[in-house]
């Protein structure tokens, strides 16, 4: 009953310091279900070798909806006594009417630090390149209209762009845990890269993403196949901030979640899972609560889907301390 009690204050404090906030860079809601894509540092934090799939499609009614597709890999490496991780990570995000279409392809990895047999940090890094194009002729300009004729989609723009760019993408993070609690911190775009289409705008720099989460795993049962986890997870990019506040209930092999995101409000999300020996299946779905409506965006869905190779072994290869996070 402490644990629990604690767990609400600590909950309660964060929530009430973050009362107004917004928007910020692509997301997924069910953000622990790809690990790897969330920070570096959960590279190889599996007990073996882990295929992460997520697909989401975010306000589905409205037209030119925003489309995310994330893939990664990783596994576990020891090298004497070390344990690193090395994975595979690509992300593919496309947006509005411009089609503007984000690619990332990164590698990532991450060493393990063991305090000892019940606490454990891990530091990540992943590094690669994003690549962004848009299609010019799907947009309109002002100077493609005329205030007698109306939008002319054949008059010029007399705008002076590329339709595609390329720029280096760096990633960091820590993250220590224990059977029962977890924090990391997380930094992404560290060169602030340039993200300009059009040459008149020269100076268009992408911000640095600062994510923290944090949460507990408080097992109900006494065989603890059955557990409470509350989580959040907080998020800075420039002048944005985001804050995703809820909780999983682990009936083994059910999994079922509620989240609130708080931008000003902005949705409730529910979330389901199952899993099974090697296999996890996830699905969630946002409900609109901004003034978009939810009438008007048709809310998101999101899928997920995750196979861990070595789920099945009886025991690890090695040593390892239990790791507390959820898993969608």
Known sequence: MKKILLCLLWMGAFFGGFSTLKAQDIQFSQFYANQVYLSPAFTGSSV??????NGRSQWVAIPGAYRTFACAFDMPVDIGPSRHGFGLSAAV????DGNLTRTDILFNYSFR?????????RFGLAAGIQQASIDFYKLRFPNQYDPASGYNP???SQEN?????MHEEITAGVLYYNKYFWVG??????????????????DAKLPMK?????????????????SISPSILFRNQGPFYQLDLGCYVNFDPLVLGMYYRAIEPDAIIGLVGIQKGMFRFGYSYDYTLSSLTNTISGGSHEISFVVEFDKLRKKPKKASVNMSCPKF
């Open 161 to 165: 762009g590329d339709e595609s760019r």
């Open 93 to 96: 995000d496309q947006q509005g």
């Open 210 to 226: 600062h994510a923290v989460f944090t949460g507990f795993n408080i097992p109900i049962n006494e065989k603890e196949t059955r």
């Open 185 to 202: 911190y997380n930094v992404n775009h560290l060169t602030t890269p340039q993200q300009y289409f059009l040459r008149s705008t020269p």
């Open 113 to 121: 630090l063991l305090i000892n047999d019940r606490h454990a940090i």
């Open 154 to 156: 054949l008059r010029s």
């Open 48 to 53: 073996g070798p882990r295929l992460a799939l």
